[in-house]
């Protein structure tokens, strides 16, 4: 099973300033790469997919890079809807799909 | 619009069952890979199973094989979980996911609102 791993697990930004997240795999899932976005109480929307395409309606203040082992999902100014708790995934030789354990933005 | 909506969660006691359903609309249902995902409270992500367009085939998580059975009904555009020997660690809000149309599009790109089980006695 493939262990995905996020850092850092709390990332204080201010509103307007760039946030850089992190996802690290255990071995090589090439670019088969998701981020989810799940605000409190809500349900997880799907923000990237395939390391850097963005979903159906994401601002393009959303962007993701990398493949291989080690990926990130940068916010270039963030809004204050932005603050959530984002999960990657890895969908390469599934089943099993796997989740790494989440970034919680906060506002600093 | 498209939508799932999940149903069927609830209190249980340890050891018991439960099913829970996922109404699908606004696409074309029986094209697509469809999931469930869980997640524990205060926890992150757990995919749990997964199932082809035509049901041929089906995953599940090492976690919940065995107890745990997928399947879904294309006429009516319904997702199902059968869960039975539940124990308290299988507590969580599950989702329902729609997957991609092709086996490797592994990404979930709609979910429902989820459905809590809670397994207590």
């Known amino acids: 099973e493939i262990v995905m791993t996020q850092s850092p697990a709390t990332l204080s930004v201010s509103p307007g300033e760039r946030a850089t997240l992190s996802c690290r795999a255990s071995?090589?899932?090439?670019?088969?790469l998701a981020w989810y976005q799940q605000k409190p109480g809500q349900t997880p929307r799907l923000l990237i997919y395939?390391?850097?395409t963005r979903a159906t309606g994401v601002p393009d203040r959303f962007s993701g890079r990398g493949s291989g082992t080690d990926f990130t999902l940068t916010i270039s100014s963030l809004q204050s809807e932005d603050f959530a708790v984002y999960y990657c995934?890895?969908?390469?030789?599934?089943?099993?799909?796997?989740f790494g354990g989440g970034t919680k933005v906060e506002i600093k | 619009e498209e939508q799932l909506v999940e149903s069927g969660g609830g209190l249980v006691q340890p050891g018991r069952s439960l099913r829970l359903s996922c109404a699908a609309s606004?696409?074309?249902?029986?094209?697509?890979?469809m999931s469930w995902v869980r997640q524990a409270p205060g926890k992150g992500l757990e995919w749990v199973s997964s199932?082809?367009?035509?049901?041929?085939?089906?995953y599940y998580a090492d976690s919940v094989k065995g107890r745990f059975t997928i399947s879904r009904d294309n006429s009516k555009n319904m997702l199902y979980l059968q869960v039975n020997s539940l124990r308290a660690e299988d507590t969580a809000v599950y989702y329902c996911?729609?997957?991609?149309?092709?086996?490797?599009?592994?990404?979930?790109?709609?979910w429902g609102q989820g459905t809590l089980v809670s397994v207590s006695s």
């Open positions: 395939g390391a850097s």
């Open positions: 071995q090589s899932v090439s670019s088969s």
């Open positions: 995934g890895q969908y390469n030789n599934w089943p099993p799909l796997t």
């Open positions: 199932i082809s367009g035509s049901s041929l085939s089906t």
């Open positions: 996911a729609r997957t991609g149309r092709n086996p490797w599009e592994g990404w979930l790109d709609l």
């Open positions: 606004g696409f074309t249902f029986r094209d697509y890979v």
